[in-house]
């Protein structure tokens, strides 16, 4: 029986040892696996947004229709009508013209207008820059009416003096700037003056002007000494849409003012500005240069109009310079620049007299829509506002 337990355990040891060394050879012969990896996961559905009725839904584009292109931003600015330009001439005016209106009506208001009182009022005529002749003639025209009328009441000599001073202004004479030139060529326009007048930034408030107004324009840099001049008139002109004709600095204004007339009649444009170097009017041989300006200018198209840009600060000095430039260049019409600020608007009636041409154009500030067109009765009326 022994014998017989000890064979069984012998056959067991054996089972036993047969099935661990099998187990130890099929380990050591199985290559390792890698690493087992999960299929990537399909992103859900995504399910419209459930409408709400009374909201307005994006639709996605179809890409069948093609997309329609953003309208361009229109970068040029948009100035301001001259009506609007008159509306502020007449606000601005009151406030720095106040001191005339003022002193004149304050006299008038009195009692009694004996030689004292009509002595002051010349003498308000002749601070505002009316001029020894004007003044004399309205004081001796308001003395003989409110005399012959027997007007007493203020408001009644208030009425008489504005249609004194309106007569002087000359409401009838023709103040239209004249651009429009003959057998299909542009209008030129030549803007002269000395130094400091504003001269570049008037041609510059001009363009805008024709510009609100509709017309085609081309700027004429002739102002070759300063090359900021330049510069700045072509920023006026790329504000607006308006090309500018320029040369190198130095050089002939002459020959850029022809440059520019002859672009305004191959563009086909309605008005050609030229804008020129300040000079002083002592000095014969700038001005007989500004001759020759015009004069090579008028083999392309005539110049339709000269304006000469005088600062109204200046008071009587503006009429020495007048009279030197409308000899030289034949000026037809005046800019008045800096009007806002001083009390001197008499100058407006002194300058014409002087030259015998109008006012046509008065500066008004700083802003780039500052240049409104010259209206008597406004002008009168923001005196006496």
């Given amino acids: 029986m022994t014998t017989t337990v000890l064979i069984i355990v012998i056959a067991a040891a054996v089972v036993l040892l047969g099935g661990g060394a099998a187990a130890l050879v099929l380990t050591r012969g199985r290559k390792e696996l890698p690493p087992a990896t999960r299929p990537p996961l399909r992103p859900a559905p995504t399910r419209a947004p459930e409408k709400v009725p009374g909201e307005v839904h994006d639709l996605a584009p179809d890409p069948d229709v093609p997309a329609t292109p953003e309208p361009a931003v229109d970068l040029l600015e948009r100035p301001e009508t001259p009506q609007g330009r008159l509306v502020r001439l007449r606000a601005r005016l009151a406030k720095s013209q106040g001191t005339l209106g003022k002193g004149l009506l304050a006299v008038l208001g ?24 004007a003044t004399d003639e309205l004081v001796q025209n308001l003395r003989t009416k409110l005399r012959v009328e027997g007007i007493t009441s203020p408001d009644m000599a208030k009425d008489a003096l504005r249609a004194e001073l309106v007569r002087l202004v000359d409401p009838v004479v023709d ?65 607006v849409g308006v090309p500018t004709v320029r040369g190198p600095e130095g050089g002939d204004p002459a020959s850029v003012g022809f440059e520019s007339v002859q672009r305004g009649i191959a563009d086909g444009v309605d008005v050609v500005l030229v804008d020129t170097a300040g000079r002083l009017h002592t000095k014969s041989g700038l001005m007989d240069e500004l001759g020759k300006v ?33 000899e030289v260049v034949d000026v037809t019409g005046i800019v008045l620049t800096k009007l806002d600020g001083t009390a001197k608007g008499g100058i407006v009636i002194a300058v014409q007299r002087e030259l ?16 409104a067109p010259f209206d008597a009765e406004e002008f009168v009326d923001a005196l006496l506002a």
């Avoid at 000095?317 to 430039?325: E, K």
């Fill in 110 to 133: 009195r009692s009694t207008l004996d030689d004292a009182a009509w002595e002051e009022i010349e003498d308000t005529l002749l601070a505002a820059d009316v001029g020894v002749a």
């Fill in 175 to 239: 103040r239209s700037l004249t651009a429009t030139g003959a057998d299909g060529k542009p209008g030129v326009v030549l803007v002269v003056g000395v130094n400091g007048t504003g001269k570049t930034t008037t041609v510059g408030r001009l363009a805008r002007v024709l510009v609100a107004e509709e017309r085609s324009v081309v700027l004429g840099a002739a102002d070759t000494f300063r090359a900021a001049a330049a510069d700045q008139l072509q920023t006026w002109g790329e504000r």
């Fill in 294 to 326: 015009k004069r090579v200018i008028e083999k392309q198209a005539p110049v339709t109009e000269v304006l000469l840009v005088i600062d109204a600060t200046t008071g009587q000095n503006g009429l020495t310079q007048a009279r030197v430039f409308g």
């Fill in 356 to 371: 015998g041409v109008p006012v046509k154009f008065v500066g008004l500030g700083e802003g780039a829509d500052d240049l």
